[in-house]
């Protein structure tokens, strides 16, 4: 069952687009959110936005869409927007890094001073990342995935919170009850349903709106249900 993320101003956008792209009518499709947006400081800095999977049977995809694109001019003119935004943003860097792999483009932002390009708990790095990626893919008229990452800060969130994942998975097979994470970026909040994705044992859901939205894990319903009676 291919499974795809798409992006959009709103819920319903990402899931419009995301069907477009799989070639399939909702009905027909499996859509779980993992964000639903923010607008911002003046519906750019500190814009997020929505995030949905979305899956669906391979013979309901027949129509699936491909773009074709040239890899090496995505990259160099992902370079080249995302140097005129650090520029304009006053962000130091000596170096931008592209290469593309699997329908995305990965980038690298080598910095003195990678802190200010990052931002707390990731915003600014986030903001760029967005940015980035919706002025190339308007260009190309395209639908390629950007990964923008600095001082391997990315890496380091994924490791951190598989680790804290781990203990709460640990906590609810034992206990049976639901764990509750602080709130979180859609970035981090989608890391954690990936990462849970395929671990029979829970399910990850997310609650809560804009600032406040937050990820929690429960008891698969087999689970629960086993649980339950011997409860009662």
């Not at 798409?6 to 779980?32: E, H, N, R, Y």
């Not at 040239?70 to 520029?87: F, N, Q, W, Y």
């Not at 994705?197 to 629960?224: H, N, Q, W, Y």
């Amino acid at each position: 069952m291919p499974e795809i993320e798409s992006k959009g101003k709103t819920v319903a956008d990402a899931i419009t687009d995301g069907l477009f792209q799989l070639g399939c009518s909702k009905k027909d499709a499996v859509v779980k959110v993992v964000s639903e947006g923010s607008k911002g400081l003046f519906g750019l800095m500190g814009a997020k936005p929505a995030i949905v999977l979305i899956s669906a049977d391979e013979s309901k995809c027949a129509n699936r869409v491909f773009v074709d694109f040239d890899p090496k001019k995505v990259c160099k003119r992902i370079e080249h927007v995302l140097a005129e935004i650090l520029t304009k943003m006053n962000l130091n860097y000596y170096k931008i890094e592209t290469f593309f792999n699997d329908n995305s483009v990965n980038i690298n932002i080598m910095s003195n001073n990678g802190s200010f390009i990052i931002g707390k708990n990731g915003q600014t790095l986030d903001s760029l990342e967005y940015i980035t990626e919706i002025i190339v893919n308007r260009e190309f008229k395209s639908k390629f995935k950007v990964n923008l990452d600095s001082e391997s800060y990315r890496r380091k969130q994924i490791e951190k919170l598989q680790i804290i994942v781990n203990k709460a998975v640990e906590y609810v097979n034992r206990t049976g009850k639901i764990y509750r994470f602080d709130p979180m970026s859609a970035k981090e909040r989608k890391i954690i349903h990936l990462y849970l994705k395929d671990d029979p044992s829970v399910e990850s859901f997310s609650e809560g709106c804009g600032m406040l939205r937050k990820v929690g894990i429960k008891p698969a319903d087999k689970k629960l249900k086993h649980f339950l009676a011997i409860l009662f």
